[in-house]
């Protein structure tokens, strides 16, 4: 009985969603990754 109510199952949706969230989680990684390497270093502050 299990194992026919499995097989109903469509699993696109929930792999199209997967595919989404590491899509999303990869660009914000980049972002922030952009943003830390584009900081100024200690050298290049300038006191106000």
């Given at each position: 009985?299990?194992?026919?109510?499995?097989?109903?199952?469509?699993?696109?949706?929930?792999?199209?969603?997967?595919?989404?969230?590491?899509?999303?989680?990869?660009?914000?990684?980049?972002?922030?990754?952009?943003?830390i390497s584009k900081g100024k270093?200690?050298?290049?502050?300038?006191?106000?």
């Open positions: 009985m299990l194992q026919s109510s499995i097989a109903l199952y469509n699993w696109n949706n929930g792999v199209i969603m997967i595919g989404v969230f590491v899509a999303v989680c990869a660009i914000l990684i980049i972002t922030l990754i952009s943003f270093k200690k050298g290049d502050q300038e006191d106000l």
